[in-house]
């Protein structure tokens, strides 16, 4: 096995705001809470070099007033890469960036919502393709 010639460079926490809701009742029914998750993704390439900053941005029931809480998290990172397309680029930097920035931004959620008096929320896997 080699290297990728698509690398990334420390990724790091860019934003974090994360509020309960008082009138949320936990009980029972907690598993049933349908979270309402809308991600962003920003890409912002370099003119002059093989290099992109890759923004992932998730909000977590930001229209759902019955929701446990609110969640606004960004988590960035510089990507480099040499011989690849653009095309190839382009799909490595919409799809395996944020794919790759979501594993670090998942344990951030589970620490804060452990931290929480609710249940850890543990972001399921995302398709970026689509």
């Given at each position: 096995?080699?290297?990728?010639?698509?690398?990334?460079?420390?990724?790091?926490?860019?934003?974090?705001?994360?509020?309960?809701?008082?009138?949320?009742?936990?009980?029972?029914?907690?598993?049933?809470?349908?979270?309402?998750?809308?991600?962003?993704?920003?890409?912002?390439?370099?003119?002059?070099?093989?290099?992109?900053?890759?923004?992932?941005?998730?909000?977590?029931?930001?229209?759902?007033?019955?929701?446990p809480f609110k969640l606004k998290i960004k988590v960035a990172s510089d990507f480099k890469w040499e011989d690849l397309s653009d095309e190839r680029v382009e799909s490595m930097l919409r799809m395996n960036a944020p794919a790759l920035l979501l594993g670090?931004?998942?344990?951030?959620?589970?620490?804060?919502?452990?931290?929480?008096?609710?249940?850890?929320?543990?972001?399921?896997?995302?398709?970026?393709?689509?």
């Amino acid at each position: 096995m080699k290297p990728s010639k698509f690398q990334f460079l420390n990724p790091y926490l860019v934003e974090v705001n994360f509020v309960t809701n008082p009138d949320f009742i936990s009980g029972k029914n907690d598993d049933d809470v349908e979270m309402q998750n809308v991600f962003n993704v920003q890409v912002r390439k370099s003119k002059n070099e093989n290099r992109a900053n890759v923004e992932l941005t998730l909000e977590t029931n930001a229209e759902n007033d019955q929701a446990p809480f609110k969640l606004k998290i960004k988590v960035a990172s510089d990507f480099k890469w040499e011989d690849l397309s653009d095309e190839r680029v382009e799909s490595m930097l919409r799809m395996n960036a944020p794919a790759l920035l979501l594993g670090y931004m998942r344990p951030i959620v589970a620490g804060l919502t452990n931290s929480s008096n609710f249940a850890t929320y543990n972001l399921p896997f995302i398709n970026f393709k689509e």
